[in-house]
C-alpha cells in the first residue's frame, strides 16, 4: 500500500516536486507541501481539489457524517451538499466563537432548518471549548457504527476541530494540518480513536473572489465579530481590500459581518477598474453574502453595483440580522 502524508492524507510520491505528495524520499512523514507550511508558515498557490471526485468518494462512505460549515459561509451553496448527503448526518456550524452574542443559537437554528429545509440535527462548535467536543463526544458514543466523517466546506475548521478532539478527549497529539489558506487536507485521513475511526477529509471548494495568501491570513477572525454599520448615501461605494466595491444606488446603510483585519473605506468616486461587475437588487431584511469575505445585512430594499466580483462569488438570503447593529 502507497505510504500517505500524516498531514494532509495525499499519497506520497518521488517524481514530481510540483505535485501534491512530493517527498525527496519515503522516509518522511509529511510531503514537501506540509512540511513547509507548518514550518515556514509558506503557502502552495494552486493546490487543487477536484470536487466531482472527492464528492462521488463521499457518497460512497458509509458511517456518520458530521458536516462542518463555519458561521460565515451558512450559504444555499454549502447546504445543498449537505442535502445531498446520504443519512446518517449531522450539520456542523463551526467557528461559533465568532458569532455576534446578540445573535443567539436558538435563532440561528431556525433560519438555518427553515431557510434551507434542514431536517437533520444541528450543532454550534468551536475548537477551544470543551463542551463542543463532548457534543461530538456524545454522538459517537451513540451511534451504533465505527466510523465518522468530518467533512464540509474547505476552511470550515474539520482538522482543527479533530486536532482538538484528539488532544483533549482522547489524550493524544495529532499531526493533521490546520491553516487559514484553503486545501489544506488533500485526501482522507484515517484515525483510530476509542469509539472509532474518524476520517478527517478535503474540504470541498468553492469560489471566492479573494485568493492570495495575505487576504486569506487576513480573513480569518479569532473572536467574536462585531456588526459594523455604514450609512450610505445614493451612488457611494463600499470598498473592501481595493479589490470589491458594493455601489448603492440609493440612501441606505449596511451592517458588515467580516474580518476585522479588513481595510474598509467609503468611496464617492469609481475606486477600482474591474472588467467584472453586476448589478443586483437586495429585498429588504436580506444578507448578501460574499463568499469567503463576509455577510452584508441590508435593511431596507436596495439597489446596489458590484464590482470586482462574479455572480457566482455571492448569494443573497433572507437575513438573521433584524435587531443586530
Ligand atoms: N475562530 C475560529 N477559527 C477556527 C476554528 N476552527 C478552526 N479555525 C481556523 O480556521 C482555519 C481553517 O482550519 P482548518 O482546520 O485547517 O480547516 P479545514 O476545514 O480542515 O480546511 P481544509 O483542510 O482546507 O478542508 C484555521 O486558520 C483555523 O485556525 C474555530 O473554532 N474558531
Ligand atoms: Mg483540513
Redesign the pocket.
Known amino acids: 500500500m502507497s505510504k500517505r502524508c500524516i498531514g494532509c492524507g495525499s499519497v506520497l510520491q518521488i517524481e514530481n516536486p510540483l505535485e501534491t505528495g512530493y517527498v525527496f524520499d519515503f522516509s518522511k512523514d509529511y510531503c514537501m507541501r506540509c512540511f513547509r507550511l507548518k514550518h515556514y508558515h509558506e503557502f502552495q498557490q494552486g493546490t487543487e481539489i477536484d470536487k466531482k471526485s472527492l464528492l462521488d468518494s463521499i457518497k460512497k462512505k458509509k458511517g456518520l457524517f458530521f458536516f462542518?460549515v463555519d458561521f460565515l459561509q451558512l450559504s444555499k451553496e454549502s447546504l445543498d451538499y449537505f442535502l445531498d448527503l446520504p443519512s446518517p448526518k449531522i450539520l456542523l456550524v463551526?467557528?461559533c466563537?465568532?458569532i455576534p452574542k446578540s445573535l443567539t443559537y436558538a435563532k440561528l437554528e431556525k433560519w438555518i432548518t427553515q431557510e434551507f429545509h434542514i431536517q437533520e440535527r444541528i450543532l454550534f462548535v468551536?475548537?477551544?471549548s470543551l463542551s463542543s467536543l463532548k457534543k461530538i463526544q456524545r454522538e459517537m458514543e451513540n451511534y451504533p457504527g465505527n466510523d465518522f466523517y468530518f467533512l464540509?466546506m474547505?476552511?470550515?475548521?474539520?482538522?482543527?476541530?479533530l486536532n482538538a478532539f484528539l488532544r483533549e478527549v482522547e489524550g493524544k497529539e495529532s499531526s493533521i494540518v490546520?491553516?487559514?489558506y484553503?486545501?489544506?487536507?488533500l485526501d482522507f485521513i484515517d484515525i483510530s480513536t476509542s469509539l472509532g475511526v474518524i476520517h478527517d477529509s478535503?474540504?470541498i471548494p468553492y469560489d471566492i473572489p479573494l485568493s492570495d495568501k495575505k487576504l486569506f491570513e487576513k480573513s480569518?477572525?479569532?473572536k467574536e465579530l462585531h456588526p459594523l454599520n455604514y450609512p450610505l448615501k445614493k451612488g457611494t461605494r463600499l470598498l473592501i481590500e481595493d479589490l470589491i466595491e458594493i455601489e448603492v444606488l440609493e440612501d441606505t446603510s449596511i451592517v458588515c459581518l467580516l474580518s476585522q483585519n479588513y481595510r474598509i473605506q467609503k468611496s464617492y468616486q469609481p475606486a477600482i477598474e474591474s472588467p467584472e461587475f453586476f448589478s443586483l437588487k437586495i429585498p429588504d431584511k436580506s444578507n448578501l453574502l460574499i463568499k469567503g469575505v463576509g455577510v452584508f445585512y441590508f435593511k431596507r430594499e436596495t439597489s446596489i453595483v458590484l464590482h470586482g466580483l462574479k455572480r457566482e462569488h455571492v448569494e443573497v438570503l433572507p437575513s438573521y440580522m433584524g435587531g443586530l447593529s
Open positions: 462542518f463551526s467557528k466563537d465568532i468551536q475548537r477551544n464540509g474547505t476552511n470550515a475548521g474539520k482538522s482543527t476541530f490546520e491553516s487559514e484553503p486545501n489544506t487536507t478535503a474540504g480569518q477572525i479569532k
